[in-house]
């Protein structure tokens, strides 16, 4: 069984950082491609970053400068950390994460999520 677990969120007033993190626990042989989303009250989730198991990143341009994603593969945790925050960016954020079980191939895994406000 994994688990994907966020922690980081919280509330910031605008131009603040978080930096949120995303420790995968289980039977984890590799973690491949990772990903964070995010989902604003009555919209629908949207992508925000991805990190390949190569180390190249892409972001959406909403985010692009600001956030960074980043992993620590002896950790099996991946970040996101975030400076210059909007109020545009309050909204529960998601990591995603392809990895390979021992024993049950390759999956995709979502996390909880936690909360982002951004607000004075």
């Known amino acids: 069984q994994v688990q994907l677990v966020e922690s980081g969120g919280g509330l910031v007033q605008p131009g603040g950082s978080l930096r949120l993190s995303c420790a995968a626990s289980g039977s984890i042989s590799t973690i491949g491609p990772v990903a964070w989303y995010r989902q604003a009250p009555g919209k629908q989730r949207e992508w925000v970053a991805t990190l390949s198991s190569d180390g190249t990143t892409n972001y959406a341009d909403s985010v692009k400068g600001r956030f960074t994603i980043s992993r620590d593969n002896a950790k099996n945790t991946v970040y996101l950390q975030m400076n210059s925050l909007k109020p545009e960016d309050t909204a529960v954020y998601y990591c995603?994460?392809?990895?390979?079980?021992?024993?049950?191939?390759?999956?995709?895994?979502w996390g909880q999520g936690t909360q982002v406000t951004v607000s004075s």
């Open positions: 995603n994460a392809w990895i390979v079980t021992m024993g049950t191939g390759t999956r995709n895994y």
